[in-house]
C-alpha cells in the first residue's frame, strides 16, 4: 500500500512540475494565462461505498489543472493593428469548426483584408457599410479601395473683425479747425473777386464723414471761418463720391460713374433717392468781409476728387485695400483643390462691412450658359454688426448708394465642373469686438484619397485614417464574456473553446456595459509571475524527493520482512 501512495505523490509532483514549467516557458506569451494545479487526497472505501474511521490515506489525485484568468500587464508597440482587452471580455475568432476567444491581439491583415491571428483564424466583428457600424457578426475586414472625391457644398465662417479698425479714410470726430490739419484730410482753394476789385483766396476743406465715400464741406475766404456777422461763409454741405472702382450706374443713364465720380452734393447727409438723382448743388460761399460782399460758386465739374486719400481699388493682393482678409482651400467634384478668398472692407462709421469673395485669386468667372462675367459672390455685399459686436445678418446694397436689404449669403460657381452650383456660406457666430481679427473656417469637401494607415479607439472602432486628411469607421471588434471563465476549455494558441461549464458566449460591443474597453497598439502580456514559479519549483522538486524517500522506505521494509526466517 505505501508503494501506491509514494507513487501518487511522485507522479503529483511531475504533474506540479509540469504545470509550473508550462507556465515559466510561456512568461512572454502574449495573453497567456497561467495555470494553478489542485490536489485531492485519496482514501480507500468499502463495497458500499463507505470508508472505515481507521482509514489511512492512499496518496494523492490531482483533481483539476485551472486557468487564472486575471489580467496581465499592457505592453505598448508599434503596432495599431496589436490590441489588448482593458477590463472583462475576450476578442471572437472564426477558428473554422467553431468560434473561439483569445485575449492575445497581436492581429494582422491577410491577402485579402481580412483581420487574422498569427494561426490563420478571422477576428468577428461588426463591419461598417457608408461609416454605419451594421449588427451582423462578421470577419472584420478592411477595405483599401480608395476614397471618392466630395466637392465643397457648404461653408462656414465665424470671424471676429477688429472694431478698432476703421474706414479709408477715417471718420474725423473733431470739430473742424482751419489750423488743424488733423480735422480735415484734404483741401481746395479758388480766387474770387468782392465788390471792390480785391481778389480773394477760398479754400474748400474735406473732411471725412460716417458715411461711405462722403465727406463734409468747410469754407474759408482769406483764412476766415465766418463773414462780419458771424455766420459761416459755407452752410452746412455734403459731398458723395463714387468708390475707386467704375461698376455701377446710379443716376441710371446708361453710363458706369468714374472713379471718384462727384455722386452728390447737398446740404443733408445723402440718401438713395439723392444718388440716383445725381443731387449736384455748387458750392456757394457767400458773406462780408470787412463790409464787403463776396459772393462765388464752385461748379459740381470742378470740386475736387479724393483720389489722393481714398481707399484704392480692392485687390486681394493689396492688404491696404480691405480690412481683413484670408484664403482657404475648398474643392471640386473632381478632387481639385481650389483657393478661396473672403475679404472684409469697412464701409463707415455704422458697422458695415463690404464684403468680396474670390476663386483662385479672380472674384469672377465666365458663365457657361450665358457666356458673361459672373461675380461669385454679387457686388455690394454687406455684412453688418450691432453696437455690441454680434452679427445682424448680410445684406445686399451699402448705403448711401442703396438701401439694404436682408439676404441669404451665397457663393456661385466655386465648382468650375458645375458652375450652376449655389453653395451657402454661414457667418453665424461671427463678431465685432475690440480683438485682433480671426476667423475660423470650415467646408465639408475632399479631394480623393488613398488608404494610409488603420487603428482601433477604445471604443473597439476600427478606423481608418487617408491620404486626404479624411478618416472614416470600417467596423468595430467584437468582445465576449461568460458566466464563468473557469469553464472554458483550452484549444491551443493562447485561445479557449466554451463550454457546458462557461456557458455560452454574451457577444457584444467593448466599452459598453461589463464589456472592457480596447486598448490599441498594445498587448496583454502573460499573467505570470516568475518569482512565484520559481518558489513553486522548489516546492514540487521537495515533495518529488520525499514521495522518493517514501518509496525508499517503503523497499527497505519490504527487504528486511522478506529475509526474516
Known amino acids: 500500500m505505501g508503494f501506491n501512495t509514494a507513487l501518487s505523490g511522485i507522479k503529483a509532483s511531475a504533474d506540479y512540475l509540469s504545470v509550473t514549467g508550462n507556465n515559466i516557458a510561456n512568461a512572454d506569451t502574449t495573453g497567456f494565462k497561467k495555470s494553478r494545479i489542485e490536489f485531492d487526497d485519496l482514501y480507500n472505501t468499502s463495497v458500499l461505498g463507505a470508508g472505515s474511521g481507521n482509514s489511512i490515506g492512499s496518496g494523492v489525485s490531482v483533481s483539476k489543472v485551472s486557468q487564472e484568468f486575471s489580467a496581465g500587464n499592457l505592453s505598448y508597440t508599434d503596432n495599431n493593428l496589436d490590441l489588448a482587452v482593458d477590463g472583462s471580455g475576450f476578442f471572437v475568432l472564426d477558428s473554422g469548426i467553431a468560434q473561439s476567444y483569445t485575449r492575445a491581439g497581436n492581429f494582422k491583415l491577410d491577402e485579402n483584408g481580412f ?7 478571422n477576428v468577428l466583428g461588426f463591419n461598417a457599410v457608408d461609416g454605419v457600424v451594421g449588427g451582423n457578426l462578421e470577419d472584420l475586414k478592411v477595405p483599401t479601395d480608395r476614397i471618392p472625391p466630395e466637392p465643397t457644398t457648404t461653408m462656414g465662417l465665424k470671424v471676429n473683425l477688429d472694431s478698432k479698425s476703421e474706414d479709408i479714410p477715417a471718420f474725423i470726430k473733431a470739430d473742424f479747425d482751419p489750423l488743424n490739419p488733423d480735422t480735415y484730410n484734404y483741401t481746395q482753394t479758388q480766387g474770387v473777386v468782392d ?24 469754407a474759408t475766404v482769406d483764412g476766415n471761418l465766418t463773414d462780419d ?13 463714387n468708390s475707386s472702382e467704375s461698376d455701377t450706374d446710379y443716376n441710371g443713364d446708361g453710363t458706369n460713374e468714374q472713379p471718384f465720380e462727384l455722386l452728390y452734393i447737398g446740404a443733408t447727409e445723402p440718401g438713395e433717392a439723392d ?4 443731387t449736384k448743388a455748387p458750392l456757394a460761399v457767400a458773406g462780408t468781409l470787412g463790409g464787403v460782399a463776396i459772393a462765388s460758386a464752385l461748379a459740381p465739374t470742378e470740386v475736387r476728387e479724393p483720389s489722393a486719400v481714398a481707399r484704392e481699388a480692392f485687390d486681394p493682393l493689396d492688404p491696404d485695400t480691405y480690412n481683413y482678409g484670408n484664403t482657404r482651400t475648398v474643392f471640386d467634384s473632381l478632387g481639385e483643390a481650389h483657393t478661396v478668398g473672403y475679404y472684409f472692407i469697412k464701409q463707415g462709421e455704422n458697422n458695415t462691412y463690404e464684403l468680396r469673395v474670390t476663386m483662385d485669386g479672380e472674384e469672377s468667372y465666365t458663365d457657361p450658359l450665358t457666356g458673361e462675367d459672373t461675380r461669385y459672390l454679387e457686388k455690394n455685399t454687406t455684412v453688418s454688426f450691432d453696437a455690441a459686436g454680434n452679427l445682424m445678418g448680410a445684406y445686399r446694397g451699402l448705403p448711401p448708394f442703396g438701401v439694404a436689404q436682408p439676404i441669404t449669403l451665397e457663393i456661385m460657381g466655386i465648382d468650375p465642373t458645375n458652375r450652376g452650383q449655389i453653395t451657402p456660406l454661414d457667418l453665424t457666430g461671427s463678431t465685432q469686438f475690440a480683438l485682433n481679427n480671426t476667423d475660423n473656417f470650415e467646408q465639408n469637401g475632399f479631394s480623393a484619397g488613398e488608404l494610409q494607415g488603420v487603428s482601433f479607439d477604445s471604443d473597439g472602432f476600427l478606423m481608418a485614417n487617408y491620404t486626404n486628411q479624411q478618416t472614416a469607421t470600417l467596423g468595430q471588434i467584437a468582445l465576449a464574456t461568460f458566466d464563468s471563465t473557469d469553464g472554458l476549455m483550452p484549444s491551443g494558441h493562447t485561445s479557449w473553446l466554451a463550454s457546458k461549464g462557461s456557458g455560452p458566449a454574451d457577444i457584444g460591443r467593448p466599452n459598453t456595459g461589463t464589456f472592457g474597453k480596447v486598448q490599441g497598439g498594445a498587448l496583454e502580456e502573460s499573467n505570470v509571475d516568475l518569482t512565484s514559479e520559481l518558489v513553486a519549483l522548489i516546492e514540487a522538486q521537495r515533495n518529488y524527493q520525499a514521495n522518493s524517500k517514501t518509496l525508499e522506505t517503503e523497499n527497505t521494509v519490504t527487504q528486511t520482512i522478506i529475509n526474516l526466517r
Open 115 to 121: 483581420l487574422v491571428t498569427n494561426t490563420g483564424s
Open 195 to 218: 465788390g471792390n476789385g480785391k481778389n480773394h483766396i477760398v479754400t474748400y476743406y474735406y473732411a471725412k464723414s460716417e458715411l461711405p465715400n462722403t465727406y463734409k464741406v468747410h
Open 229 to 241: 456777422t458771424g455766420a459761416a461763409f459755407l452752410g452746412e454741405t455734403y459731398a458723395t463720391y
Open 275 to 278: 444718388i440716383a438723382a445725381a
